[in-house]
């Protein structure tokens, strides 16, 4: 439990489980185990109850892009929550993979990869750049689910 | 042949490959086969014929919701036709693994897990909670392809 | 070294690595190799010099849909400078799987998939139809990191 004990030395608690707006069914899995294969589905920033974090709408336009920054490494510690749920134990993701980062922009907010840095920065800094080493991808989309600012889908090695 | 059989008694078909406009030629694959890896080209919604379903446009514009729920669900018809023409037979998929759904969404249109829900309902009703299990993201983009409604990549383990 | 061969044939040089903006970390790996996988992060057309290659903006208003195709070849450039560099010989991709094409649309331009042939193509003349059989998607989003004209993401067999 490295991985936990660091979060917590950090002062960072993992979110609960998200839950869905209320007469929405969500027939899929926050984590797709197959092997030594993990999928993880888009997740976006949660506060500690598990519902969606504020503020919502555009980089760029609603929020910053240090709000951006800030979104996407809460993003990270709903993955994080999800693989600990389905894992048990963090210290079980062997590699990092893909990390797939959409931001919810503004038309003109061209500065995603800095937005998505919040996501990278903190697998680094947890997993170290052995492990925490991925391929990253930090696109600007239409719109996403509810206005989330974030959404990162990923794939890690168990 | 047991999927085909619950296809049948469903009153679905699958539809015919997808045909491209005339003068584009399309140089990839509809399915990647690869080792027990199947990945899945994006695939939007097609007439039994092969051709682009209609309508067009977008999701909270020219089309509802709802229309964009049948959109996904004839999505997933277009890519097991695609599956059973690469496998012979759709039982020969071992596992859903990733599902990555994208609609073509009007301006502040953030309903788009409902609308891909269109394409994981039917998944699970045919393969079940444990084969049809998936990872899943539902995002809103700018645009797809001659203005199909909704387009999803997905992969299967075999 | 036959594809580096037949790059040279065809007159066609590999970019240096990317340069990111002054001030811009990027704290994430171009190619992330695990086991036989190599995952390719969102790469878009170089300069020789690795610096990002005009024309900048929306496909459909700021650069045509040829200069969007060639955008797109030299974003496959790109990709194989990341692999050479990664794998130190090009051969040694056994299958290319995947490609995720991105591209940078103004609103209405849905001609996407004509843009991404500009990957496809190249990696099909240099790997063959075995080897270079790839899954793909072609989508439009709302903005790049920078306004490029195209980004793609992939995974390749090795």
Same mark, same amino acid.
Do not use: C
């Given at each position: 439990?490295?991985? +936990?004990?660091? *979060? ?5 608690? *993992?979110?609960? !489980? @998200?839950? !869905? ?6 027939? /899929? ?8 294969? !993990? ?7 949660? #506060? ?6 504020? =503020? ?5 336009? +609603? %929020?910053?892009?240090?709000?951006? @920054?800030?979104?996407?490494? %809460?993003?990270? *510690? ?7 749920? +389905? ?5 079980? $993701? ?5 990390? /797939?980062?959409?931001? #919810? $922009? ?22 170290? %750049?052995? $492990? ?12 996403? =689910? /509810? ?6 889908? %990923?794939?890690?090695?168990?």
């Amino acid at each position: 439990m490295e991985i +936990e004990r660091k *979060l917590q030395s950090m002062g960072l608690a *993992l979110p609960s !489980a @998200y839950t !869905a707006p209320e007469g929405l069914k969500l027939p /899929f899995a926050q984590v797709r185990r197959y092997g030594n294969r !993990a999928l993880v589905s888009g997740h976006g920033p949660l #506060n500690p109850d598990g519902s969606l974090r504020s =503020p919502f709408g555009k980089v760029g336009a +609603e %929020a910053s892009s240090d709000e951006g @920054y800030q979104a996407a490494r %809460a993003t990270a *510690l709903a993955v994080l929550g999800s693989l600990q749920r +389905e894992l048990g134990d963090l210290d079980r $993701v062997a590699a990092w993979l893909r990390v /797939f980062g959409m931001v #919810n $922009v503004a038309p003109g907010f061209t500065q995603t990869p800095a937005v998505i840095n919040g996501f990278s920065d903190l697998i680094l800094e947890l997993y170290g %750049a052995g $492990v925490g080493r991925h391929a990253r991808s930090a696109i600007g989309v239409a719109e996403l =689910p /509810f206005g989330m600012l974030v959404e990162v889908e %990923a794939e890690v090695a168990l």
